[in-house]
C-alpha cells in the first residue's frame, strides 16, 4: 500500500511539472504572439501614412524583427526594468527608422510618435477613438501631454478641439462601461 501511495506522489508531482512547463510554453507562446501583432500593426500603419516605398519596406523589416527580439528578451524581468528598457528599444528603432525615410516623411513620422515640436514639448503618443462616418468607431492618432486621469492635454493630432470622443462601452450589463481586452482606449 505505501508503494502505491508513493508512486501516486511521484506521478501527481511529475504531472504538476508537466502542466507547469506546458503553461509557460503556452504564455510565451500568446506572449509572442502579441509582440508579432503589435509590431505587424505598428509596420502597416507606417505603410500606409508614410507612402513607404518597397525599398523602404525591405529596410523596415529587419528593424522590426531586431525590436520584436530584444521586446522577447525582456519577458521575466520587473517592471521597472521591463518598462526603461523597452522604452531605450523603442527609442533605437525610431532613430533607425527616421534614417530610412526621406525628409517629409520624418516630419510626419515624428507627429505620429510624439517627437519634440514647435513648442519643444514632445508628448506622448495616444490614440482615441471617434464615431466614424459609417456609426463605427474610427481612431485618431495624438501626441498627449499632462494628464490627472479625468482630463489630458492634447499637443498635436487630428482631433479638433470641441469634438467628441469614445469614453467608454454602453452595454446591457448594468455595472456601467468597463473595459475589455481589445477595446479602443487611450494610451499613455
Known sequence: MDTSVGLLIVYLVAALLVFLVCREIVCWYFKLNEIVSV?????????KELKLSEDQQQKLEPILGDSRQQFMALQGLPEPDRRAKAQKIREAARVRIREILTDEQRVRYDEMSGAPGGDGRSG????????????????????????DGTATEVLRG???????????????????AQPQQGAPRLRL
Open 158 to 176: 487630428e482631433l479638433k478641439e470641441g469634438q467628441e470622443v469614445i469614453v467608454g462601452l454602453a452595454g446591457g450589463s448594468g455595472r456601467g
Open 39 to 47: 509590431l505587424r500593426q505598428i509596420r502597416d500603419r507606417l505603410v
Open 124 to 147: 506622448v503618443a495616444g490614440r482615441v477613438w471617434i464615431v466614424g462616418p459609417e456609426g463605427k468607431p474610427a481612431p485618431l492618432t495624438l501626441a498627449v501631454g499632462l494628464s
